[in-house]
């Protein structure tokens, strides 16, 4: 999977002034959960957009200190009115311990009912995925080689490699359904 590097600094203060503070500077305060013990430090709002505003899953590396962490983005707080990012939670991740993502899911291929004047529905643009950090996919692909008109592709239908969708298996990811000109050109057909 792709791994964006940031660099962080540790907060020597922990409370809401310092928080203030910190965002007035152009910085985000963060969190890196999952190891021995919680670790507070800032980051550069800049260097946050790349991981923040993407549709991809990315791992992060992030330098804080002089040593490096693998992580991901576990939670990100914006403000209701500006959308400004306010507060991030990372956690920290481990060969041997699993983790869930949000994983983007991949259409392959063409569809015969698309190509017969069917419209294509994708229901679920992501899907939780739950593996090893070495067997997290960058991807989901789903193929929609197979699907005619008032055909769905399930979550039960995907190929699985070494991870698990957690997603209910009767979710539909993706469907192909009658167009208006396809109804009307069916319903000119009987009225003949």
């Keep these: 999977m792709k791994t964006i590097a940031i660099s962080g600094s540790l907060r020597e203060n922990v409370g809401k ?8 500077q152009g910085k985000v305060p963060a969190v890196l959960y999952g190891g021995k ?3 507070h430090f800032a980051v550069n709002i800049k260097d946050l957009n790349a991981a923040i505003y993407t549709p991809e899953a990315n791992f992060l590396e992030i330098a804080i200190g002089g040593t490096k962490t693998k992580a ?18 990372f956690l920290q991740l481990f060969d041997d311990k699993e983790i869930t993502m949000e994983i983007p899911v991949k259409l392959t291929g063409t569809s ?17 995925v739950r593996s090893l950090p070495k067997n997290m996919p960058q991807v989901v692909e789903a193929s929609i080689a197979q699907l005619e008109v008032g055909n769905l592709f399930r979550v039960r239908d995907l190929q699985a490699g ?10 539909t990811i993706v469907s192909v359904g009658m167009s208006r000109a396809l109804k009307q050109a069916e319903n ?5």
């Design 37 to 39: 013990e919680q670790v």
């Design 112 to 128: 015969p009912g698309v190509k017969m004047g069917g419209k294509l529905v994708q229901k679920l643009r992501k899907l939780r």
């Design 162 to 171: 070494n991870y698990v969708v957690t997603n209910t298996p009767e979710d």
């Design 72 to 89: 991901v983005i576990k939670e990100a707080q914006f403000h209701p009115l500006t959308d400004l990012l306010i507060h991030v939670d």
């Design 188 to 192: 000119d057909a009987k009225g003949k």
């Design 17 to 24: 002034r310092d928080a203030k503070e910190l965002r007035y």
